[in-house]
């Protein structure tokens, strides 16, 4: 029987073909026809499938850039709105930092005039309380230097009455010291014109002296503590710079109760041994009748130096200096036997210290030891100058011991009296603002030096 091929109708596709049924003559492989109708088909529906495609196509793309066309216009509107509302925006901002920074500027400069006012009427208030405790202070002092010379004609008026006519300096006096007698002048006891000595003798309390069985003023002290310092007072009242009084040598039993004798008597200070300075270099001054010296600055000028007058051979001679201030450039303190102002010229002997190093000038040649550490400020050093024995002593309580150099080596002869040769105590500073004062040197200072380097 003859089999029909299937018709195939496309309507749902407007670009497809109709394919109407057809009829073919049977085959005995039915198989192999359905086949080939079926190749046939696709082959029918290619073309309009291809088109379907290429129109589909063309209108997705013409749809994606309407979608594209449209998105970038509509970016521009926003960006445009964007930009004119930060404008916007920022140009109130603007005006807001203006009107605070004017209303900021106002009120600080109406705080600053109140704080003008305010500081000044607080400034006129201080000065008037100033000025009127000023006024009292001045009025204070006048009405005391008032009191001060009413007492002072007072007791002036007191010792004019008190006193014996025709007293004087020359007058004899005969004392009974502890049972000794003794005979001297007025004036030689009157010496130390603070001391409680002088003031006992200077005629004001004539009357109240004790007198023994015979008429003599009586004292009851040690009569040979007395008699070193009555000896002494008379080497003062005709000592000379060159042949100063010599210190009194005491038995080591008696030297307590001799220096409790001069701290009571007033004469403790009186009877130390002064030295004073004798010549300075350019860079440096004297003041206070030669005992203190100050480095100044001075353009070109590193080192000044001075020199104490001259020690001959043969004697024992002690100096003692305070120093009151240094900066730690530079100090020496030793012995040279030039009388040269130039400042490291020939020194014999001698100890030194700077920022960097601490050194002992020995023999002529400088060695280092880890016992010196130096001079400081505030030091109070006392020297002591055997040219008997030929040695230089230095003590410094800081180090609770004494430094001795050897002058033996250093001078071409002995040392006897009759060499009638000198050396001369010279400091040498370096650096501004270094004050040194030669202090009296005590009996006491003396006697300490004379211990420590037994």
Same mark, same amino acid.
């Given at each position: 029987?003859?089999?029909?091929?299937?018709?195939?109708?496309?309507?749902?596709?407007?670009?497809?073909?109709?394919?109407?049924?057809?009829?073919?003559?049977?085959?005995?492989?039915?198989?192999?026809?359905?086949?080939?109708?079926?190749?046939?088909?696709?082959?029918?529906? +290619?073309?309009?499938?291809?088109?379907? /495609?290429?129109?589909?196509? %063309? =209108? @997705?793309?013409?749809?994606? $850039? *309407?979608?594209? #066309?449209?998105?970038?216009?509509?970016?521009?509107?926003?960006?445009?709105?964007?930009?004119?509302?930060?404008?916007?925006?920022?140009?109130?901002?603007?005006?807001?930092?203006?009107?605070?920074?004017?209303?900021?500027?106002?009120?600080?400069?109406?705080?600053?005039?109140?704080?003008?006012?305010?500081?000044?009427?607080?400034?006129?208030?201080? +000065?008037?309380?100033?000025?009127?405790? /000023?006024?009292?202070?001045? %009025? =204070? @002092?006048?009405?005391?230097? $008032? *009191?001060?010379? #009413?007492?002072?004609?007072?007791?002036?008026?007191?010792?004019?009455?008190?006193?014996?006519?025709?007293?004087?300096?020359?007058?004899?006096?005969?004392?009974?010291?502890?049972?000794?007698?003794?005979?001297?002048?007025?004036?030689?006891?009157?010496?130390?014109?603070?001391?409680?000595?002088?003031?006992?003798?200077?005629?004001?309390?004539?009357?109240?002296?004790?007198?023994?069985?015979?008429?003599?003023?009586?004292?009851?002290?040690?009569?040979?503590?007395? $008699?070193?310092?009555?000896?002494?007072?008379?080497?003062?009242?005709?000592?000379?710079?060159?042949?100063?009084?010599?210190?009194?040598?005491?038995?080591?039993?008696?030297?307590?109760?001799?220096?409790?004798?001069?701290?009571?008597?007033?004469?403790?200070?009186?009877?130390?041994?002064?030295?004073?300075?004798?010549?300075?270099?350019?860079?440096?001054?004297?003041?206070?009748?030669?005992?203190?010296?100050?480095?100044?600055?001075?353009?070109?000028?590193?080192?000044?130096?001075?020199?104490?007058?001259?020690?001959?051979?043969?004697?024992?001679?002690?100096?003692?200096?305070?120093?009151?201030?240094?900066?730690?450039?530079?100090?020496?303190?030793?012995?040279?036997?030039?009388?040269?102002?130039?400042?490291?010229?020939?020194?014999?002997?001698?100890?030194?210290?700077?920022?960097?190093?601490?050194?002992?000038?020995?023999?002529?040649?400088?060695?280092?030891?880890?016992?010196?550490?130096?001079?400081?400020?505030?030091?109070?050093?006392?020297?002591?100058?055997?040219?008997?024995?030929?040695?230089?002593?230095?003590?410094?309580?800081?180090?609770?011991?004494?430094?001795?150099?050897?002058?033996?080596?250093?001078?071409?002869?002995?040392?006897?009296?009759?060499?009638?040769?000198?050396?001369?105590?010279?400091?040498?500073?370096?650096?501004?603002?270094?004050?040194?004062?030669?202090?009296?040197?005590?009996?006491?200072?003396?006697?300490?030096?004379?211990?420590?380097?037994?």
């Amino acid at each position: 029987m003859q089999q029909p091929w299937v018709s195939i109708d496309l309507e749902a596709d407007p670009h497809s073909a109709k394919v109407l049924t057809s009829t073919h003559a049977p085959t005995p492989w039915p198989e192999v026809g359905l086949l080939a109708a079926q190749s046939e088909l696709r082959l029918q529906l +290619l073309p309009a499938l291809e088109a379907r /495609h290429t129109s589909e196509s %063309a =209108a @997705l793309f013409r749809g994606h $850039k *309407l979608d594209r #066309e449209s998105l970038d216009r509509r970016y521009d509107v926003d960006s445009a709105e964007m930009e004119a509302r930060h404008r916007s925006e920022r140009a109130a901002l603007v005006e807001n930092y203006r009107a605070g920074r004017d209303v900021l500027e106002r009120q600080f400069a109406a705080d600053s005039a109140d704080m003008q006012s305010k500081h000044l009427s607080e400034t006129q208030a201080f +000065l008037q309380q100033n000025l009127d405790l /000023h006024r009292d202070m001045i %009025a =204070a @002092l006048a009405h005391q230097r $008032k *009191l001060q010379q #009413e007492e002072s004609d007072s007791l002036a008026a007191e010792k004019a009455s008190m006193e014996a006519p025709g007293i004087s300096g020359g007058d004899i006096l005969q004392l009974n010291v502890g049972g000794e007698s003794f005979v001297v002048t007025r004036g030689t006891l009157t010496q130390a014109k603070d001391s409680l000595l002088a003031s006992k003798f200077n005629g004001r309390w004539e009357a109240r002296h004790q007198l023994d069985n015979q008429g003599q003023i009586f004292l009851d002290y040690d009569p040979y503590c007395f $008699k070193q310092v009555l000896a002494y007072l008379r080497s003062k009242a005709i000592e000379r710079p060159d042949r100063p009084a010599p210190q009194p040598v005491i038995a080591p039993e008696s030297q307590a109760q001799f220096y409790a004798l001069l701290q009571f008597l007033g004469l403790e200070e009186f009877m130390g041994r002064h030295f004073f300075f004798d010549k300075c270099s350019t860079g440096a001054s004297m003041t206070d009748i030669r005992t203190v010296l100050q480095k100044h600055t001075a353009a070109g000028i590193d080192e000044s130096c001075l020199l104490a007058p001259a020690m001959p051979y043969g004697k024992v001679y002690h100096i003692k200096c305070h120093i009151e201030s240094y900066d730690g450039q530079g100090l020496f303190f030793g012995l040279t036997h030039l009388q040269e102002l130039s400042p490291m010229t020939q020194a014999l002997a001698g100890w030194s210290t700077t920022d960097t190093s601490h050194s002992i000038l020995k023999h002529g040649d400088w060695h280092t030891k880890s016992e010196w550490t130096g001079f400081m400020e505030d030091d109070k050093v006392l020297f002591r100058m055997d040219l008997m024995s030929g040695m230089l002593h230095m003590f410094c309580p800081r180090f609770s011991r004494a430094f001795s150099v050897s002058l033996t080596k250093v001078f071409s002869s002995s040392l006897s009296k009759s060499s009638g040769q000198a050396v001369f105590f010279r400091v040498v500073m370096r650096g501004a603002g270094v004050k040194i004062r030669l202090l009296p040197v005590m009996l006491q200072d003396m006697q300490d030096m004379s211990n420590m380097i037994k």
